[in-house]
């Protein structure tokens, strides 16, 4: 497994304009969303750019939740300024997109399908070399600045795929905690499920000694290799911060021990499941977000409907782990009692069940939308989510235990309402 | 902070042969010692390198407890080969020895002095780009296939010194528990003591956020950072895991699950080490080592006297915890509490007894020599053991708690019996 490079502490963001400096660019793509390019975030960046007399080109058009068409135009963007380093300033919208035109742009004969995940699209691997990109996130969430991983919305399929190869991972994560202060409390709770999620999906991952096929030659091994020793030491630990300070985190902003230590917890998770991967809360979000009708999330400065990351990999949660706990049960309580169970008289076999109540009630606590049927899915949508989950093998093969479409239909259907 | 690519799992060396493959190796070096390369562990590379058929010259002259003159031999071999990649198999000796190695090889007009660490080399910072090098650990105790550090005798000042660089870190280590089985017993515990103490000292390191001076270039920032958020959790794993497994992976060569335990617990807390840093049992480790008289340690398969590194580190623990924790007191408890000591009534202002005394403890269960004078030292050698410390600020100056030339020798004098 490998990890990437990353800077931790109040204030670190100032130095960027040095590092940037010693990759000696000369011309840096600085990447963002609009409602981001207002912010403190970025205006620490656009600082320190200024003190160490950095030539950049400022790209503020990233997608909120991207799709293949706005993956599309920052490539575009990033073909024609030919520039020597990336920056992005932002969730993992911002960094995902910056990811992939970094990728394109080092790879300008490529066709847009030739690196998206198989089957939907060819998922060769990456050769050529890309440049130099420094994540500086600002949610506390997908953990993007550790990972290699690109996620967008396939618009045509109506379905959420993306781009994984250990070549896409940033050169530098930047992680100061400043960054955390100006998010409001939805964008919080959102993506702190997303760690949450990692967090859980990493630990219960299939082992890596079971997944198959194990090509024997390593090179050819996927970036996701199912849970090991390694993962579970970072899954674990952000799962403990999570238990924590989440609540914390969403409730008080003010509270910067809180908002520190998620934003340290997303980037733990990162890695771990970045090793380790994700599994069926994962598979099962790209359809829910991508089907999206009309819901319009509370807190997100944006003009399209969409259903949040982080809300969208929760919500089947406790439904999930239900299912799951049969595998390693002894993970799924032990799970549970990091998020604040009593589980000294529980049963080993009731495990699902304890992590599923626990689930509900940490969602509960922090007002959570009801159940898909909150966000506007009914009976009637589940045979779409199913199909769309189907081609997310790559994430649903790391499941524990394996799963029927009949499977997938109840898991949907347990998950149209949660109390 | 960075970490290197690791693989971890019984038999993973067979694929070693692919990896050369894949890095287009054509002319490989293979570096061992002498006892090693009658072992099973060099087999097994050997194997994979004939079935894949890969090109390679052997030097099993590494020197345990290397010295200037043993690393200058490797060099010389190196430089003559013009290899296009390295592997590493055994212990620290070996991976430090092919760090250099393949380092001088790639500059080959550098003095020998101009990497070793300042004041008694140059520093200099590495620029050249090296050869990749896979280090198998053949022992459970560096961690050196995660970190880029190289540790050396140098004779002529009767002193051990090293070389600090992210650039030698290794490409790639491969953790393959099933070589720990053919260790004796006293090289599983003197290298497993070199994890307890990277674990309890990068535990205790000073924090990073007060190390000084801190270049405001993240380019000139040392290897060496202090503790930090996530050395913790390295070293903490790591420390769980020695109170759990070494005694077992000590007594009972059969006890695989301990000595796969502790062969993982070697990297993690090398990943720990590696960012945070280690201070004063190191520190004080390089003369007693460099200063050795006559001591020739069971189960080591060499003809020269020497004082095994882990030995060497965890002799002036019990004195070393007692006089740092009054800095962290907590950190000292929990690392008490960690190794079994029952903190229920426990006095924070204690915390430094009490840990020095679960670590005597621990060590006399483990048979360990009854101090420095176990070892051949007297009250005579503290003025030479103290002037041999003093270069290692390195190192030192990450203790939590600054320290005078009277407070080394106390610490030297209180480690001369332990029981
Ligand atoms: N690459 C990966 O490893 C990975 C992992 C998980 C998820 N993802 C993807 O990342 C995307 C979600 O990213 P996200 O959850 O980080 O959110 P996001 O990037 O989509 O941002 C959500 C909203 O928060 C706003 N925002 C961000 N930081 C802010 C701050 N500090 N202050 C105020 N507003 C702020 C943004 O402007 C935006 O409106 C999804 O597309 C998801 O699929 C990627
Ligand atoms: N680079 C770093 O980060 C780092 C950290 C700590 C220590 N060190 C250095 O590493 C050296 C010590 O290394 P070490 O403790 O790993 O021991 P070692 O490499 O010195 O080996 C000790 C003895 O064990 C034998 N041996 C090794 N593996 C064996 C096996 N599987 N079966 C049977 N015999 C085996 C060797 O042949 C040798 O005789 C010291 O020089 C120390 O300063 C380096
Ligand atoms: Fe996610
Ligand atoms: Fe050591």
Not at 130 to 135: C, G
Request: net charge neutral.
């Amino acid at each position: 497994m490998a990890i990437s490079n990353i800077r931790y502490g109040e204030g670190v963001t100032k130095e960027i304009g040095m590092d940037l400096q010693n990759l000696d660019a000369r011309r840096v793509c600085l990447m963002t969303d609009k409602n981001l390019s207002q912010l403190p975030p970025v205006n620490a960046v656009l600082n320190s750019l200024a003190k160490y007399g950095i030539n950049f080109q400022m790209y503020d058009n990233v997608r909120v939740e991207p799709t293949d068409q706005s993956f599309l135009d920052a490539i575009k963007f990033a073909k024609k300024g030919e520039f020597d380093a990336y920056v992005a300033v932002g969730g993992g919208s911002v960094i995902d997109t910056c990811k992939a035109a970094n990728l394109y742009a080092s790879s300008p004969t490529s066709d847009f399908l030739d690196y998206v995940n198989a089957p939907i699209g060819k998922g060769k691997p990456v050769t050529v070399s890309l440049k130099p990109l420094i994540a500086v996130p600002t949610t506390s969430g997908t953990g993007s600045e550790t990972t290699g991983v690109a996620i967008f919305d396939f618009k045509e399929l109506k379905v959420k795929t993306g781009i994984a190869s250990r070549a896409i991972k940033p050169t530098l994560g930047i992680i100061d905690p400043l960054h955390t202060l100006s998010m409001p409390e939805r964008i919080v709770a959102n993506s702190g499920f997303d760690v949450l999620c990692h967090a859980l999906e990493s630990y219960t991952a299939l082992p890596y000694t079971m997944r198959s096929p194990c090509p024997s030659n390593p090179i050819s091994r996927p970036a996701y290799q199912g849970s090991n020793p390694i993962s579970d030491v970072w899954a674990l630990h952000a799962l403990r911060i999570v238990a924590k300070y989440l609540k914390r985190a969403v409730r008080n902003p003010e509270d910067r021990e809180a908002r520190a230590n998620m934003h340290l917890a997303s980037a733990f998770a990162g890695i771990g499941f970045g090793n380790a991967g994700v599994h069926l809360c994962h598979g099962m979000s790209y359809p829910i977000s991508g089907l999206v009708k009309t819901y319009k999330p509370k807190d997100y400065n944006v003009d399209h409907s969409l259903v949040p990351h982080g809300l969208s990999v929760v919500l089947t949660s406790p439904a999930v782990f239900a299912f799951t706990a049969q595998i390693h049960p002894e993970r799924h309580l032990e799970a549970a009692e990091i998020l604040g169970a009593d589980i000294r008289t529980a049963r080993i076999k009731d495990a699902g069940f304890i992590l599923a109540d626990t689930l509900r009630k940490f969602l509960f606590d922090l007002n959570v939308d009801d159940g898909l049927a909150a966000i506007g899915y009914s009976k009637a949508d589940i045979p779409a989510l199913v199909k769309g989950t189907l081609p997310q093998e790559r994430v649903t093969k790391l499941s524990p235990r394996p799963q029927t479409e009949e499977d997938l239909s109840a898991l949907f259907e347990a998950s149209m309402k949660l109390y």
